[in-house]
């Protein structure tokens, strides 16, 4: 197994513009989880997905974000308005349930709105 | 909801001393206690783990110790290493809440060579 994919690694683009990140599960892996990492607030849980179910979305910054699982091996995460403060690296992380089994990440995107 | 703390936020460490990183956690239903590094411009890698009904485990020069009543947990690093360093998150994760896996603000670990 190739691991947890995402793409794209980097993306810049512009104030106001629609941005989506995406998210490959390992096989098998039923939780789903979407981070952001920046300097002042570390690793931030932004929502998590159990069987494809949104379990808790409370870490989303705002209505401007939202994330799918259209199927049990795919998400996306989607940012509409971006803003400069949005930029940060975002990662996916896949997992099987259960609360005591390692989680894996992905390669993370790198995000730079301008 | 789970809130885990950590300290300290750096640490600058001689090469082949100890390196001991600090957590605490909020919810006492928390069961999974993972610790991640992350090396620069890299995902986070899980190092070692612990479960509750666990007070200590140890992989070679890494261990990790858990206080179920004080609800906190310690990550040890015996022999340091420049390859040791890194940025080093703990985690504390509840299967009550369907495995919501929370971190700490991480660690900055400097070895000096």
């Known amino acids: 197994d190739a691991g947890v994919i995402q793409s794209p690694r980097h993306e810049v683009t512009e104030m106001g513009q629609e941005v989506t990140l995406r998210c490959k599960l390992i096989?098998?892996?039923?939780?789903l989880f979407w981070y952001r990492q920046t300097m002042m607030r570390g690793l931030e849980l932004l929502i998590y997905?159990?069987?494809?179910?949104?379990?808790?979305d409370s870490g989303m910054p705002e209505d401007r974000f939202s994330a799918k699982m259209p199927n049990a091996s795919f998400s996306t995460l989607k940012i509409q308005p971006s803003e400069p403060r949005d930029s940060a690296v975002y990662f996916c992380?896949?997992?099987?349930?259960?609360?005591?089994?390692?989680?894996?990440f992905g390669q993370g995107t790198r995000l730079t709105v301008v | 909801g789970e809130n885990v703390e950590q300290h300290p936020s750096t640490l600058s460490v001689q090469e082949g001393d100890s390196a001991v990183i600090k957590c605490t956690y909020s919810?006492?239903?928390?069961?999974?206690f993972p610790w991640y590094k992350q090396e620069l411009g890299k995902r986070p890698q899980l190092i070692i783990d612990?479960?509750?009904?666990?007070g200590e485990k140890k992989d070679q020069r890494i261990a990790v110790t858990l206080n179920k009543t004080a609800k906190h947990f310690s990550l040890h690093i015996t022999e340091t290493q420049p390859e040791d360093s890194a940025v080093y998150f703990c985690?504390?994760?509840?299967?009550?809440?369907?495995?919501?896996?929370?971190f700490g603000a991480g660690t900055i670990l400097r070895v000096k060579s």
């Open positions: 992380a896949s997992s099987i349930q259960g609360g005591d089994t390692e989680a894996f």
């Open positions: 096989s098998g892996h039923n939780s």
């Open positions: 997905f159990n069987n494809n179910v949104p379990i808790d």
């Open positions: 919810d006492s239903a928390s069961n999974y």
């Open positions: 612990i479960r509750s009904n666990v």
């Open positions: 985690a504390a994760s509840t299967s009550k809440d369907g495995n919501k896996l929370v």
